[in-house]
Every structure is written in C-alpha cells, then in structure tokens.
C-alpha cells in the first residue's frame, strides 16, 4: 500500500472519529449538565447551588432562542420560538427554575434531533453530490494522463480503472464493461455493457479497466444534470411546510391568549407559564420539514431525483396523470413482433439471413433484427459485396444469392402470403423489413416498439394511489396510440399531437386537477415545465425534458414513478399526521395546565416526549414501505430472470405455431403437414418443458409473496389450455399418419387448434411478463 493511499485512510478514520460539534449538540451539552447538577446539588442537600445551576441552564438556552426568534422576524415569520423564549424568561420570573432548565433541555434536543434528522434523511442526496467525478484518464499519442473530468471533449478516449466513477457519458470501446449503476438506478446487481454499448457518467467500474470514447462534455453528461437537480431538493418550498407555517401562526397567539387567560382566572403566574411551557417548542415545524426531506432521500435511494420537496409534495395531491407513449409506456426502441416466410422457407431462416444483412447497418431498426437473431442462439454469416441505400436497405451476397433486406419497391406485386403480412403489419401499427433473394420477397420481419412489461402494473398501482384519471397525449398516429391506450384501460388518448398541442393538453387538465405529466423526448419538455409536476425518463431521454422536470427518473423503469407516487403520498400523510397530532397533544396539556393540573415541570417534561414522538413519527417515512411491490427473495427473482429469458428463447416457436397455421390455410399438402409436425417437435421438446418447470417450480415460489396459490390459478389454467391445444395437435398428426394426409374435418379442426394455441401462447406469455416477470429489477 502507498503512502498516499495510507494517508487518504487516515485522514477518512481521523473525520469519522473527530467529528467537530454543532451548535445543537454543544447547546444539549450545557442544558443536560446544568440540569444532572441540580440534580446532584439538590440530593446533596443544596436546594440553592441547585437553582444556580438550573437557572443557568436556563440562561444559556435563552440566549440563542433570542437569535432564532430575531432571525425569524426578519424573514417576517413569527415563529414557536416566540412561545419558548417567553416560557424561560417566565420560568426565571416565577422561579421555576427546574422547569426553566427542563425547558432548555427540550428545546436543545428538540433542535439536536432535528439537525439529525436532517442530516439522515439527506444523506442519500449528500451522498450524490460527493460522488460526482472529479478528473478522468484521457489516452494520447504520448500515454495517460489524468485531467479534470471538466477538460474532457466529445471524442477524447478514456482510460475508467476498477474502481473508478466513469466520470463523463460515452461507449465502451474496449472489452465489454461490468458496470456498478446503483447509484443511478437503485438495483444492485452489476450490468455489463458490450463494446459500442452506451455508458452513463457516474457509474463505478465494477470489473476490469476497459476504454471509454466520450459522447458529451462533463457539464452535458447524465450524471452532471442529475447533481444539478439533487443540489436544487430541499423541503423549504413544499406547500405542506408552509401549511405548517400558517398553523403556527395561529398557534403562537393562540398559546399567549390561552396563558394570558389563566393567569387572569386564577391570579397565577405559574400557570400562565405552565401553559407557555407545554406549548414549546411546537411540534409543527419539525414535523413536516423532516418527514419531506425523508421522502426526497427515500426516493433518491429508488433512482428518483425530486427537485424540492414542493414536488414531492404536488405529487401525493395528483389527481390527473398525463403520459407520452413512445420511450415512456412503449420501450422507446423497435423489436421483432414476428417473422413471416414465403411457402419453403422457414421463420427462424428468414431472420437469420436478414440479421447477417443487417448486422453492418447503423439503422435502428436493422439493430432490432440483430438482436432478436442473437437472441434466438441464431448463427449469422457474413455477406459478401454489401452495400446499403439511405431509406431503401441493405444488400450483400450470401451463400452465393444476391438478397436485400429493408422497404420492398413501391409498385412490385406482391404474392398472396406478402399482402397478408401488410394487412397485419397496418393492424398491429407495425414496420415491415422485407427480405428478397434474386429479387424475389421470401419472408419479412415485422417491427413495433412493444409496451412495457411493467406499464400495466404501474398504472395499476398509480391508480391504488389517487390517480382518477390517465391520458396518453402523443404525436405518433391514431391508431396504435388508441390500441395501446385499450391494452392499458387508459380515461382517453390524444394523438398526432404537435409539442404546443401536448402544452394545451397539460393546461386544459390543470383547470380540473393537479397535474403530472410524463415524458421523455426533446418535444416533451414544453409540456413538462407547463405541469404542476414534470417527469422525466431521464435514463434514455433528453436532456431538455430532464432539465424542464420537477423529478428525474434515472433508471429506465417506469415503475419508479409509481414508487414515487406512494412515496409521496405517504410522505403527505405522516406530515400532516405528525403535526396535526403533535399540535392536538399540546393543546390537550395547555388545557391541562390552564387548569393546574400540570404544574411547568411536568409539563415540560410532557412535550419533550410529544416533540420526540412527533419526529420520530416523521422519519417513518424513511422506512421501506413494500406495498406497491412485494418483496421477493433472491432465489425468487433469479427464478423469474430465468424464466423471462427463455420467453425470449421461445418467440421462434411461437412464430412457427403461426407459420404452420398459415401453411394449412393454403392447404393440406406434405410441405404443410411437415410444419406441423416441426411445431410438434417445437412444442414437445421445448415448450412445454417450459411450461411444466414454471407451474412446478416457478408459480410455487411466488406463492407465497403473492397471497397463496389462487394467485397464480388463472396462470395455471393457461398452462392446462396449452397442453391439451398440444395434444390435439398431436393427436391430429396421429390420425393423419397413416396415408400422410388430412380430412377435410381434421384440417379446420387443426388449423384453429394452431391459431387458438399462437393466441393463447401470446396472451400467456404476455401476463406472466406483465405480472409476475416486471416484480423482478
């Protein structure tokens, strides 16, 4: 170990053990010791030295409140203090001094845990702040060298060590990164990022070093807006606290009149100060700020940046929830929906010779084809003579054939195959990637940017909280927004939107209700700023939308906002449940006191414990609330990883159930009878395995989190549906065995059992994504 290292550890164990005091706790400190001498003094027989040092005490409370008390004028507030400065100042006028210093006591551990309570609640947002990047290893012709992350350019290569924070945005140049993201995320588990994958600053390098070719400037990268936003959150502006502010307003000259009443009923003095005593310090203003900066760090610690507690605030209030649709209810990129082939050709064939096209292509959608290949365990070969025409596609030679992948031409006739793939592509609002050999269509590949899987669940739960109504306001067309806006039970849709229309949306739904509105793009971030609260998906999104935002998303889940949501509204209610109650307790002890029944030092002794539970009660919102996702355990979540990634294995065979169902529309033939007996095979060895290890292993694991086995019922009874589809099947396959052909009964019968089981393997498969496979992060 250097000694630079050694001394960086040092300097760490010195500040963690040596931490210098704060007025709070050097103020507990004297009050605590004037009052354990009394104490002492009046035990001993000292009743004098005893009021010496409770008087003290009492003095050296005094004396600061008196600077709170002038801070808060000056700002024009009239605040509690007021009450506890008159409580002391009486208790020396009366002589009750061991309530004077009881007083002190409970004011200086009133503000001690306050100033606590702070800081934990904070320390996630703090946390933030610290870990941004500082420098970053630029490599040059000459070597590496290390510079401030703030010098770094847009194409500069980077050096990020084991260890380090990536300190700007960029790709992975080198070997594939294993990335630690929590701090951006919220989830644990380390990611890894290929060459040529995208790499968001402020992340930490979980693996080995590998090079990093940057993308934006430090001020421009992901990590650098998000500390711009953390160093705006703060609970000042959250209308709760002010509503707290106002209650105290009226609590001051409430406590005087109250006093200022019983000691003119009952000629004392002491009960006029027993009644200032119990109403000091007001749990009001220590409720409210402390339960929102602990729902700011609570949703700091779940990738949620709030601005202000403000916000936060507003967002427990909503009543209305508008959202764009691509990259905030949709993934935001394209992927494979299906694969059609032309008679001879088979699914998976079509899309491993389209994938070995599009493999060279920068296209969005030519990466989707790409990926859906890799996937799928499909082996792609490498096209000769390939060149690519902006718009049209790409072309190459493989396997001695010239083929092209991308837009058919305009006016060729299509085959009766070919028209039906358009007819779905224009129901499904799908793109159609068509795959020619020798100029002639062989199959095609049909695009969509799918819903996420966790979008349903997440409305759902957003409704749970409040939510009455849910708009999609969008600028793609009509029809696939309508088609998604059913799939989520959505109030209404707006389509074909331009971004002032999105604006005139937001302030036309404001006028009924408070307002969120979410999104992700650049034409998103007039409509945030116009909401009474602005989201962002701030991971993949732009950084105007993210700058425009009252909240960030910082993970790529939208789910998140629904944590956020019950985080809020939780936040809300523990507030004003704090302070109302705190504040309903002390005026059943001032009543007391105006009455004699509490003399100032049980009084005091009373609302020390009311201001101690009223915090205490504040920081619940700390604490890890599971009832919008229930916990799993990690044997239970890598069963659903498991199981979600052989979903994606087992899209071939859902297109090939739908290829053999096509098949058998154009006749009973050999080559059709052959598909189905391939689907049998794929059924057979394939799926349903898959499905006997999710009802026996995976539906069990549930169980249990979910409520019992009737939760999974309606699941298992899919799995029943599909196993007797697959025997019919087989049956069928069976009766034709024995001249090779089918009746004309057997095929309608067979071909409805094909498109009953692609349907209802769809739908499954869709459920179980939606409702069991998005509880895992």
Same mark, same amino acid.
């Given at each position: 170990?250097?000694?630079?290292?050694?001394r960086?550890?040092?300097?760490?164990?010195?500040?963690?053990l040596?931490v210098p005091p704060?007025?709070?706790?050097?103020l507990?400190?004297?009050t605590?010791?004037?009052l354990?001498?009394?104490?002492?003094?009046?035990?001993?027989g000292a009743?004098?030295?005893a &009021? $010496?040092?409770?008087a003290?005490g009492?003095?050296?409370a005094?004396i600061?409140a008196v600077?709170?008390?002038l801070?808060?004028?000056?700002?024009?507030?009239?605040?509690v203090?007021v009450?506890?400065?008159?409580?002391?100042?009486?208790?020396?006028?009366?002589?009750?001094?061991?309530?004077g210093?009881?007083?002190?006591?409970?004011l200086?551990?009133?503000?001690t845990?306050?100033?606590?309570a702070?800081?934990?609640?904070s320390?996630d947002l703090r946390?933030?702040?610290?870990?941004?990047?500082?420098?970053a290893r630029?490599?040059t012709?000459s070597?590496?060298r290390?510079?401030?992350?703030a010098?770094?350019a847009?194409g &500069?290569l980077?050096v990020?060590?084991?260890?380090?924070?990536v300190p700007?945005?960029?790709?992975?140049?080198?070997?594939p990164a294993?990335l630690?993201?929590s701090?951006l995320?919220g989830?644990?588990?380390a990611?890894?990022?290929?060459p040529e994958?995208? =790499?968001r600053?402020?992340?930490?390098?979980a693996g080995?070093?590998f090079e990093?070719r940057a993308?934006?400037?430090?001020? #421009?990268s992901t990590y650098?807006g998000?500390?711009?936003l953390a160093?705006?959150?703060g609970?000042?502006?959250a209308? =709760?606290? *002010?509503?707290?502010?106002?209650?105290?307003?009226?609590?001051v000259?409430?406590s005087l009149?109250a006093a200022?009443?019983a000691?003119?009923v009952?000629?004392?003095?002491?009960?006029?100060?027993a009644?200032?005593? =119990?109403?000091?310090?007001?749990?009001l203003?220590?409720?409210?700020?402390?339960?929102?900066?602990?729902?700011l760090s609570?949703?700091?610690r779940l990738?949620?940046?709030?601005?202000?507690?403000?916000?936060?605030e507003?967002l427990?209030?909503?009543?209305?929830?508008l959202?764009?649709?691509t990259?905030?209810?949709?993934?935001?990129?394209?992927r494979?929906?299906d694969?059609?082939a032309?008679?001879?050709?088979?699914?998976?064939?079509v899309?491993? $010779?389209?994938a070995?096209?599009?493999?060279?292509?920068?296209?969005v959608?030519a990466q989707?084809v790409?990926?859906?290949?890799?996937?799928r365990g499909?082996r792609l070969?490498?096209?000769a003579?390939m060149?690519?025409?902006?718009g049209?596609?790409?072309?190459?030679?493989?396997?001695?054939r010239?083929?092209?992948?991308?837009?058919?031409p305009?006016?060729a006739r299509?085959?009766?195959?070919a028209r039906s793939?358009?007819?779905?592509?224009l129901?499904?609002g799908a793109?159609v990637?068509w795959?020619s050999?020798?100029?002639r269509?062989?199959?095609?590949?049909?695009l969509r940017d799918p819903?996420?899987?966790?979008?349903p669940?997440?409305? *759902?739960r957003?409704r749970?909280?409040?939510?009455a109504r849910?708009v999609?306001?969008?600028?793609d067309?009509?029809?696939p927004?309508?088609?998604?806006?059913?799939?989520l039970?959505?109030d209404d849709?707006?389509?074909?939107?331009?971004p002032?229309?999105?604006v005139?949306?937001v302030?036309?739904?404001?006028?009924?209700?408070?307002t969120?509105?979410?999104?992700d793009?650049?034409? &998103?971030?007039?409509?945030?700023a116009?909401?009474d609260?602005?989201?962002a998906m701030g991971?993949?999104?732009?950084t105007a939308?993210s700058?425009a935002? #009252?909240i960030v998303?910082?993970t %790529?889940?939208v %789910?998140?906002l629904? #944590?956020a949501?019950?985080?809020?509204?939780?936040?809300?209610?523990?507030?004003?449940q704090s302070?109302l109650?705190?504040m309903?307790?002390?005026?059943?002890?001032?009543t007391?006191?105006?009455?004699?029944?509490?003399?100032?030092?049980?009084?005091?002794l009373?609302?020390?414990?009311?201001d101690?539970?009223?915090?205490l009660?504040?920081?619940?919102?700390l604490?890890? %609330?599971r009832?919008g996702?229930?916990a799993?355990?990690?044997?239970?979540?890598a069963?659903?990883r498991?199981f979600?990634a052989?979903?994606d294995?087992?899209r071939d065979?859902?297109d090939?159930v739908?290829d053999a169902a &096509?098949?058998?529309?154009?006749?009973?033939?050999?080559?059709?009878?052959?598909?189905?007996?391939?689907?049998?095979?794929?059924?057979?060895e394939?799926?349903?395995?898959?499905e006997y290890?999710?009802e026996h292993q995976l539906y069990?694991a549930l169980?249990?989190t979910?409520g019992?086995p009737?939760?999974?019922?309606?699941m298992?009874?899919?799995?029943?549906?599909?196993e007797?589809l697959?025997?019919?099947?087989?049956t069928h396959?069976? $009766?034709?065995?024995?001249?090779?052909s089918?009746s004309?009964?057997?095929?309608?019968?067979?071909?409805?059992?094909l498109y009953?089981l692609?349907?209802v393997?769809?739908l499954?498969?869709?459920?179980?994504?939606?409702s069991y496979?998005?509880?895992?992060p």
């Amino acid at each position: 170990m250097d000694r630079g290292t050694t001394r960086k550890r040092l300097r760490r164990l010195y500040a963690a053990l040596f931490v210098p005091p704060t007025p709070e706790s050097v103020l507990l400190c004297l009050t605590t010791a004037a009052l354990v001498a009394g104490g002492v003094f009046r035990l001993a027989g000292a009743p004098a030295l005893a &009021d $010496l040092c409770w008087a003290l005490g009492t003095v050296a409370a005094v004396i600061p409140a008196v600077g709170w008390v002038l801070e808060t004028l000056r700002r024009g507030n009239a605040g509690v203090d007021v009450i506890a400065v008159l409580a002391l100042g009486g208790t020396l006028a009366v002589r009750e001094y061991l309530a004077g210093a009881l007083i002190a006591l409970m004011l200086a551990s009133g503000r001690t845990l306050e100033a606590a309570a702070q800081r934990r609640a904070s320390h996630d947002l703090r946390a933030l702040l610290e870990r941004a990047p500082r420098t970053a290893r630029i490599t040059t012709g000459s070597g590496v060298r290390t510079v401030p992350s703030a010098e770094v350019a847009v194409g &500069d290569l980077l050096v990020v060590g084991p260890g380090e924070v990536v300190p700007v945005d960029g790709r992975v140049v080198s070997a594939p990164a294993v990335l630690d993201e929590s701090v951006l995320t919220g989830e644990p588990l380390a990611v890894e990022r290929a060459p040529e994958e995208s =790499v968001r600053s402020g992340v930490v390098n979980a693996g080995g070093a590998f090079e990093l070719r940057a993308t934006a400037t430090e001020q #421009d990268s992901t990590y650098a807006g998000i500390v711009r936003l953390a160093r705006q959150a703060g609970a000042e502006s959250a209308p =709760v606290v *002010r509503l707290a502010d106002r209650y105290a307003a009226c609590f001051v000259p409430l406590s005087l009149a109250a006093a200022g009443l019983a000691w003119l009923v009952s000629g004392s003095a002491v009960r006029a100060v027993a009644v200032l005593v =119990v109403a000091t310090p007001c749990p009001l203003l220590l409720a409210a700020p402390v339960a929102v900066v602990s729902g700011l760090s609570r949703a700091s610690r779940l990738g949620v940046v709030v601005r202000d507690g403000g916000a936060l605030e507003n967002l427990g209030r909503a009543r209305t929830l508008l959202l764009d649709k691509t990259g905030t209810l949709t993934g935001g990129h394209p992927r494979v929906l299906d694969v059609a082939a032309a008679p001879r050709w088979q699914p998976a064939q079509v899309l491993r $010779l389209a994938a070995s096209l599009d493999q060279y292509s920068p296209h969005v959608l030519a990466q989707a084809v790409v990926d859906a290949a890799r996937e799928r365990g499909l082996r792609l070969s490498v096209p000769a003579d390939m060149s690519e025409e902006p718009g049209r596609g790409a072309s190459g030679t493989l396997a001695g054939r010239r083929m092209t992948i991308g837009r058919r031409p305009d006016h060729a006739r299509l085959p009766d195959w070919a028209r039906s793939v358009e007819n779905r592509a224009l129901l499904d609002g799908a793109a159609v990637a068509w795959l020619s050999v020798d100029g002639r269509p062989v199959g095609a590949v049909l695009l969509r940017d799918p819903l996420r899987p966790d979008a349903p669940r997440t409305l *759902r739960r957003l409704r749970a909280s409040g939510i009455a109504r849910l708009v999609m306001i969008t600028g793609d067309r009509a029809a696939p927004a309508r088609e998604v806006g059913a799939v989520l039970g959505l109030d209404d849709v707006r389509a074909g939107l331009t971004p002032a229309d999105k604006v005139a949306a937001v302030r036309a739904e404001r006028e009924r209700a408070v307002t969120v509105m979410v999104g992700d793009g650049v034409n &998103d971030a007039p409509a945030l700023a116009a909401a009474d609260i602005g989201v962002a998906m701030g991971a993949r999104g732009s950084t105007a939308s993210s700058e425009a935002a #009252d909240i960030v998303l910082t993970t %790529d889940r939208v %789910d998140r906002l629904a #944590d956020a949501g019950a985080i809020a509204v939780r936040t809300r209610r523990i507030a004003v449940q704090s302070a109302l109650g705190g504040m309903l307790l002390s005026l059943a002890a001032m009543t007391a006191a105006a009455f004699g029944l509490l003399p100032p030092a049980t009084g005091a002794l009373l609302q020390e414990g009311i201001d101690v539970a009223v915090i205490l009660n504040a920081l619940r919102v700390l604490r890890d %609330d599971r009832q919008g996702r229930p916990a799993l355990p990690p044997s239970t979540e890598a069963l659903i990883r498991r199981f979600a990634a052989e979903h994606d294995d087992l899209r071939d065979v859902l297109d090939a159930v739908r290829d053999a169902a &096509d098949r058998l529309s154009d006749g009973a033939g050999p080559r059709s009878l052959a598909a189905v007996r391939e689907v049998h095979r794929l059924l057979t060895e394939r799926l349903l395995p898959h499905e006997y290890a999710e009802e026996h292993q995976l539906y069990p694991a549930l169980a249990p989190t979910l409520g019992g086995p009737e939760a999974t019922a309606t699941m298992s009874r899919a799995h029943a549906e599909i196993e007797r589809l697959a025997l019919r099947i087989a049956t069928h396959l069976t $009766l034709a065995g024995r001249d090779g052909s089918l009746s004309p009964e057997q095929l309608d019968d067979l071909r409805a059992c094909l498109y009953g089981l692609h349907s209802v393997l769809r739908l499954h498969f869709t459920q179980e994504e939606e409702s069991y496979f998005s509880l895992a992060p």
